[in-house]
Structure formats: structure tokens, C-alpha cells
């Protein structure tokens, strides 16, 4: 698991050095139907080449029981308008309760200035979800606003269902190159 978090970290730092952007946020949240509070540290970053929106996301949350979970995603859109559909691919390292497992999937996300700032709303799910692992839909809602030129805080929701149930809230911080 620490081979893995570290692989995972390394590649994200690496991933943002030829970023457009890098954001780091960290939340808490509420599991729903039995599931165990958590923190999350997420750290993303995103880049366009040639028209298509390339992205990267590495998430660790820590349980309220002392476990741990870390997921890694790679992302790739095209924006039409203020809409952005996008696939992807993502690994789950698992935890206490699931096997490490790979995934893919689908979303959309919708993004404009609003207030000085940019607001964004979407949702992705994994698809092609086998050998009981969790399935997950998350729903998700942001707001950035730019403190400086090249730097923003962020806050956002997020809404889980299907085998997973989570509602968090986070906040952090964003970087633009």
C-alpha cells in the first residue's frame, strides 16, 4: 500500500509540472447506510493538449476506524461550450473491507465565471464494475476564486451513492501555470 501511495504521489507530482493547473484540497466525509466517517486529502492536476482536457487525480481518505483507502484516476474530456463530457480509468488500492481493483469511467462536468470566481458542478461513475466490487456515483459542486492571478481557494460538495454513500464537503487551494 505505501509502494503504491508513493507511486501514486510521484506520478502526480511529475503529472503537474507540465500542468495548467495543481490543486490540493482536503474535506471531511460523512458516510451514509453504515459507512465510517472519513478525511480526504485530494491533490489534482490537469493540462490541454490539442484540444482534449487531460487530468489527474490521487485521493487518500483515513476512516474514523484508523483505516485507509487511496484511489488514483486519469481523466481525458473535450469541452463543447461550458460542457465537458470525459472517460477515464482508475485504480482503487483498497482497504481494510476491499481488494485493490481498477475501474473505469464516465462523466460530465459544466464550468463558468461566475462572481469574479468559476463555478462548477458534474458527476462521474464507474462503469464496467466487476467481481463485486463497490460501485459509485459521485455528484459534485464547486466554487474557485481567484486570490491572486495564479492562485484560488476552492470549496465544494459532493454527494456518493450506489454501494458507496458519502456526502463531503472540502476546501483547499488551487495553483495555474
Not at 68 to 79: C, F, H, V
Not at 89 to 117: C, I, K, M, W
Not at 126 to 149: A, C, D, F, M, W
Request: proline letters at 3%; glycine letters at 14%.
Amino acid at each position: 500500500m505505501k509502494k503504491i501511495l508513493i507511486a501514486s504521489l510521484i506520478g502526480v507530482c511529475f503529472g503537474a509540472m507540465a500542468a495548467d493547473y495543481a490543486s490540493v484540497d482536503v474535506g471531511h466525509v460523512r458516510g451514509q447506510a453504515g459507512g465510517l466517517d472519513s478525511r480526504v486529502q485530494t491533490v489534482r492536476a490537469g493540462t490541454e493538449v490539442s484540444g482534449v482536457q487531460l487530468g489527474v487525480q490521487d485521493r487518500t481518505a483515513r476512516f474514523t476506524d484508523g483505516t485507509s483507502a487511496n484511489s488514483l484516476e486519469l481523466t481525458a474530456g473535450k469541452a463543447f461550450g461550458i460542457v465537458t463530457p470525459f472517460v477515464g480509468y482508475g485504480r482503487d488500492n483498497g482497504n481494510a473491507t476491499t481488494q485493490p481493483f481498477s475501474y473505469e469511467l464516465v462523466g460530465a462536468s459544466v464550468g463558468a465565471p461566475v462572481a469574479g470566481g468559476f463555478a462548477y458542478a458534474g458527476a462521474k461513475t464507474r462503469v464496467l464494475v466487476s467481481n463485486g466490487n463497490p460501485k459509485q456515483t459521485v455528484e459534485y459542486i464547486g466554487y474557485s476564486y481567484p486570490v491572486t492571478k495564479k492562485f484560488a481557494v476552492n470549496v465544494g460538495v459532493d454527494r456518493s451513492f450506489q454501494t458507496i454513500k458519502e456526502h463531503g464537503v472540502t476546501a483547499g487551494v488551487s495553483v495555474n501555470f
